[in-house]
């Protein structure tokens, strides 16, 4: 399976304040993804990153509070814009391969305060 | 779009017993279905996965059953053991054009007790 990175792996953030999560995978990837998980809940999918393309953000999700680059087959980052207490959660990057299915990174935890 | 129903929302076994964990989905289209792991603290790992032209994988003393007329599937664990205990959640993915996201059940505490 891919080795996934990310970065912070937790962080305290003050509300209006923005934070980018990078997300570095080993090895090229077809697909990478950006899910929340708040405490005790599922996962809940953010967007898809498009690599050289704009993100495909899921229903009540949107650009402007989650931008999300993906540059390359192995780096995405997704930014939490002008955050409120509502955004502390964890933050997850996923990958698809065609042979190791999905897999996950570590997560960033995030609290804003 | 995808909708995956997960039950139990807990479950609570003596080590050694059998432990089943069911899900429902809706979208007959959908073709893949990972179950994940995920200890307290740490991200989600795949444990098992069928593909619909499958109806059963096993994998030690983990198997899951795919019913693709009824759209459900399950997990199996059987002689339980106390690192079981953890949550688990099923998921979906629609194979259509370039969709290759899941969809993701609520989950499933498992307790094993020692």
């Known amino acids: 399976s891919a080795v996934i990175s990310q970065k912070p792996s937790r962080d305290i953030c003050q509300r209006g304040t923005s934070l980018t999560i990078q997300c570095q995978v080993d090895s090229q990837v077809t697909m990478m993804f950006w899910y929340r998980q708040q405490p005790g809940q599922s996962l809940t999918l953010i967007a898809t990153a498009n690599q050289g393309s704009e993100a495909t953000y899921e229903s009540g999700f949107v650009i402007d509070k989650f931008p999300i680059s993906r540059p390359n087959l192995t780096f995405s980052t997704l930014t939490v814009s002008n955050m409120s207490p509502e955004d502390s959660s964890i933050y997850l990057c996923?990958?698809?391969?065609?042979?190791?299915?999905?897999?996950f990174g570590p997560g960033t935890r995030l609290t804003v305060t | 779009g995808e909708n995956v129903e997960q039950h139990p929302s807990t479950l609570s076994v003596q080590e050694g017993d059998s432990a089943v964990i069911k899900c429902t989905y809706s979208d007959s289209a959908s073709n893949y279905f990972p179950w994940y792991k995920q200890e307290l603290g740490k991200r989600p790992q795949l444990i098992i996965d069928i593909r619909s032209n499958v109806g059963e994988k096993k994998d030690q003393r983990i198997a899951v059953t795919l019913n693709k007329t009824a759209k459900h599937f399950s997990l199996h664990i059987t002689e339980t053991q106390p690192e079981d205990s953890a949550v688990y959640f099923c998921a979906a993915k629609n194979s259509g054009g370039s969709n290759y996201k899941l969809t993701f059940g609520k989950g499933t505490l498992l307790t094993v007790n020692p």
């Open positions: 996923s990958v698809w391969g065609q042979v190791s299915g999905y897999d």
